[in-house]
């Protein structure tokens, strides 16, 4: 649209030029204030998708810090309810990366969310075993702490992937910068010059929206939340426990 509005403009002030003396003043006048407005929106919208791309990143780190630590003092726990959560701990990590690679509000991310929740409840009712065995025991109190605070961590995640800037903003952006650069392209045209130099900025500001849409989606395109970290935490998982298990429960 961009580009389309900035050829128009080239266009129709070629076609317009002989008529340079009565329109240059006030399409000058108009294109200005255009270009401060569509400025300052686009400055507005890119400050909110790079906002949100590094929650989502800030998030992501918080969630494998999370299951981490999680992992850790599921380790401490007694037999049986230590291996069966350490392996759900392995098959939640597993989900919250296969959630990174699906479209929020999409069928597969539902379907992939929907599978961390039941994996959440598992892990719930064995903590619940555990303290309900060991009630005055460090162990099973700190772990109960830990996994509410990774469930809170995925909540945010999956609630900042979904948190995307106004689709109003970005259609505002899009008809402004057009309108805008078109109606400077015909300016420049019907006064015989800097036709290239416009050009040239209607690609730039073609990119600059490109950029922002795309952080904007933050599992589509070129720019992603980097999953890296959760991927770590799971190779990390793969090693024998660090901690052997309580041969006994103290009361």
């Given at each position: 649209?961009?580009?389309?509005?900035?050829?128009?403009?080239?266009?129709?002030?070629?076609?317009?030029?002989?008529?340079?003396?009565?329109?240059?003043?006030?399409?000058?006048?108009?294109?200005?204030?255009?270009?401060?407005?569509?400025?300052?929106?686009?400055?507005?919208?890119?400050?909110?998708?790079?906002?949100?791309?590094?929650?989502?990143?800030?998030?992501?780190?918080?969630?494998?810090?999370?299951?981490?630590?999680?992992?850790?003092?599921?380790?401490?726990?007694?037999?049986?309810?230590?291996?069966?959560?350490?392996?759900?701990?392995?098959?939640?990590?597993?989900?919250?990366?296969?959630?990174?690679?699906?479209?929020?509000?999409?069928?597969?991310?539902?379907?992939?969310?929907?599978?961390?929740?039941?994996?959440?409840?598992?892990?719930?009712?064995?903590?619940?075993?555990?303290?309900?065995?060991?009630?005055?025991?460090?162990?099973?109190?700190l772990y109960v702490q830990t996994l509410n605070e990774m469930f809170d961590a995925e909540t945010t995640r999956v609630a900042s992937l979904g948190n995307r800037v106004p689709t109003a903003v970005l259609v505002l952006e899009v008809l402004g910068a057009a309108l805008a650069l078109g109606l400077l392209a015909a300016y420049l045209a019907i006064v015989g010059r800097g036709v290239l130099a416009v050009?040239?900025?209607?690609?730039?500001?073609?990119?600059?929206?490109?950029?922002?849409?795309?952080?904007?989606?933050?599992?589509?395109?070129?720019?992603?939340?980097?999953?890296?970290?959760?991927?770590?935490?799971?190779?990390?998982?793969?090693?024998?426990?660090?901690?052997?298990?309580?041969?006994?429960?103290?009361?």
């Amino acid at each position: 649209m961009v580009l389309g509005a900035t050829g128009l403009g080239i266009f129709l002030g070629h076609r317009v030029r002989h008529l340079s003396d009565s329109l240059k003043e006030p399409f000058g006048v108009l294109q200005a204030a255009l270009l401060g407005v569509v400025g300052l929106l686009l400055a507005f919208g890119l400050s909110l998708a790079v906002s949100r791309y590094e929650d989502r990143r800030s998030n992501i780190v918080n969630e494998a810090n999370a299951i981490g630590t999680s992992y850790l003092r599921a380790q401490t726990l007694a037999e049986p309810v230590r291996s069966r959560s350490l392996a759900l701990l392995v098959d939640y990590t597993r989900s919250s990366i296969d959630l990174s690679d699906h479209v929020p509000g999409s069928a597969e991310a539902r379907d992939a969310r929907a599978g961390e929740e039941r994996i959440e409840r598992r892990l719930w009712s064995l903590a619940g075993e555990a303290l309900e065995t060991a009630p005055t025991d460090s162990a099973p109190r700190l772990y109960v702490q830990t996994l509410n605070e990774m469930f809170d961590a995925e909540t945010t995640r999956v609630a900042s992937l979904g948190n995307r800037v106004p689709t109003a903003v970005l259609v505002l952006e899009v008809l402004g910068a057009a309108l805008a650069l078109g109606l400077l392209a015909a300016y420049l045209a019907i006064v015989g010059r800097g036709v290239l130099a416009v050009s040239l900025a209607s690609v730039l500001v073609a990119f600059l929206l490109l950029v922002t849409a795309d952080l904007d989606r933050p599992t589509r395109g070129m720019i992603q939340v980097p999953d890296t970290v959760l991927k770590d935490q799971l190779a990390s998982m793969s090693e024998p426990p660090a901690a052997a298990a309580p041969r006994s429960s103290s009361r």
